[in-house]
């Protein structure tokens, strides 16, 4: 018996079968926006604020933000620190004002890697969406869709309506996925992308069909959506690997990866395929997660040739890294993963129960953790982090994706990790903050030809807006809907501070404490009809 439906799919399409019909049902739509959020307005005016406007550039404030619907069309500097405002330099005629005065504003967050929950986890969409927005994530990347292509599209066309409280949502699929045939050839796979045109979908992540890493499928594939301008992106599986690593694929036009798997295949050097273990058996959840975090330190190591080779290849393809830092985590520290501050008052009893270990599921192999599966996992993360950060010093582009909802990792609290680990890398937090925005933004938005529609605080840009109390520069921790543990010196009483104050998406102002408070209702509903040893 499966225990997971839902994730049973993710694990079929990573063996290598073919899902041609649409993924289990159960996910309900977002309910209707009704009264949720105030706005647009006709003019907004954001008063006094500290702008971060997610380009790398430093802060500068206090400014005044015009907004006019769902449109920044001013940003003034106004003043300087600690002087007064000299109202006769402010623009006028508000015809609704937040003052921001000492707060921070900074753009809406994008996650190019967020799944819409799913029914075995009884995460509804409203549950997630919430979660996203009360973090400040104004845009989310659906690398897979499977709560089923339609259900996809009819989503992202209402938050795009504004007719739901949600991140604006951009739509990638699997190979045959909604499909009635096979993708058997290159001609079957250009077949497939044009039909996939005609859904209007946004893009695809290349995983599942093992007929797929074929390179001369793969070639056909990407050629025919990078022509009809749908972007892609990819999880390598283990099980494709041998037949296209990360650099090939990038070589046949695949534009972004998520995670890491192919890639320090593409630095081996020596060797063809990973060292497995003679008794390797990749449906063993805990062989495959064990021995994933013993795979760096068989490439290639950090300044060799084939490391700056390989770097240096992506680069000029103009490659994008999505690396997903924090949906690994518990793999090298299993304890904090498990026990973060949130998961009492913000995780769904069901996705508790999801977590918990088991053989039948996909990203549940807490079989028999060991000290040296967490140690080889440290050592592991030091590699990536060290490619990823040298891949963005040298000029190639990293966002910023979560995949939260596996593996002990919450939506939108942990979107907000993912920030904490790029610093871990060796980002500055503004390039962390630029990874989180506007990188996200020109991804997304390149493939069509098209000038970011949002990812800066800029005049002309989308009112995709993030204002948080505290200076998430000097702390990142600001932005988790719990806030930052912070002593008062006046009172000697360590404090809450931070947790955003105002999500705005489209010009529409939410209250993300309100948002969290909603959350945290559905929880406790959720416990009391179906309570959870452990959680």
Known sequence: MIRNPWLFLC????????????????????????????????????????????????????????????????????????????????????????????????????????HIGGAAQGTTAEYVYKLWLAHGVTTVREPGSFNGVDWTLRERERSAKNEIVAPRIFSYIGPG?????????????REFVRWAKTKNVDGFKIIGDGAIYEPEIMAAFLDEANKLGLGSTTHIAQLGVARANVLQAARLGLRSMEHWYGLPEALFDGRTVQDFPLDYNYNDESHRFGQAGRLWKQAAPPGSKKWNDVMDELIKLKFTIDPTFTIYEASRDLTRAM??????????????????????????????????????????????????????????????????????????FDYIRELELLQEAGFHPLEVIR???????????????????????????????????????????????????????????????????????DGIVYDAKKLLVDVERMVEAAKKKAPVAGN
Request: some cysteine.
């Open 435 to 505: 990874s989180a925005t506007l990188n996200g933004a020109q991804l997304l938005h390149e493939v069509k030809g098209e000038q970011p529609k949002f990812g800066a605080v800029r005049p002309g840009m989308l009112a995709d807006l993030i204002i948080v109390p505290e200076n998430p520069v000097a702390n990142l921790k600001v932005l988790y809907g719990t806030g930052a543990l912070k002593l008062n010196d006046q009172t000697n009483q360590v404090e809450r501070v931070g947790g955003i104050k105002y999500t705005i998406k």
């Open 11 to 114: 694990a079929v399409a990573l063996t290598g079968l073919v899902a041609l019909a649409q993924p289990p049902r159960g996910v309900p739509p977002a309910p209707d926006r009704g009264q949720e959020g105030e706005g647009p307005f006709a003019r907004l005016i954001i008063r006094g604020v500290t702008v971060i406007d997610g380009t790398g550039a430093p802060p500068f404030g206090p400014a005044d933000i015009v907004i006019e619907n769902n449109r920044i069309v001013e940003v003034r500097s106004v003043g300087y620190p600690k002087v007064a405002i000299r109202e006769a330099n402010r623009p006028k005629n508000a015809i609704k004002e937040i003052d921001a005065t000492g707060m921070y504003v900074m753009p809406g967050l994008v996650d190019c890697h967020g």
């Open 177 to 189: 996925l909604g499909w009635d045939k096979r993708i058997t050839s290159p001609d079957t796979a």
């Open 339 to 412: 026990r973060a501050e949130w998961h009492d008052r913000y995780t769904l009893p069901s996705l508790w129960k999801f977590y918990q270990p088991s053989r039948e599921a996909h990203g549940s192999y807490w079989f028999y953790w060991t000290t040296q599966d967490e140690i080889e996992w440290k050592n592991n993360y030091r590699l990536w982090m060290a490619f990823v950060n040298e891949f963005k010093n040298r000029g190639g582009r990293v966002t910023t994706g979560s995949d939260s909802g596996f593996i002990y990792k919450l939506y939108g």
